[in-house]
């Protein structure tokens, strides 16, 4: 599935507004969700916890087999954007990890 122009102008705006929220208050998490462009589900199954598989050395993940339906955007500064293509399935999970990750940080 790739974007329209449509999507790709609302893209644009809505990634614009989540740097403004990033810049304006330094420390947040400022996350934008916008329409893929055709690319694959970045995210996979296997539990997040710190003994999970991710953390073994080694481990190769399989990954998501989806094609992903969302871009998961996430600014930790005006200038530090992390983009994560999610499915329909993932992209709640996405959010919900990026939160969680957030508010561990010291
Ligand atoms: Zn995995
Ligand atoms: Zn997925």
Known sequence: MT???????LSDQTLAAARHAAEATP??????ITPANGEQCTWCDCPTSSDGPHSQPGYRC?????SAKHVVSAYTGPDLRFDYPACRRHSPQ???D?????????
């Open 3 to 9: 974007r329209t122009p449509q999507e790709t102008f």
């Open 27 to 32: 420390g947040l998490l400022s996350v934008a």
């Open 62 to 66: 399989a990954g998501c087999p989806d």
């Open 94 to 96: 996405i959010v919900i």
């Open 98 to 106: 990026l939160v969680e990750t957030a508010g561990r940080k010291p």
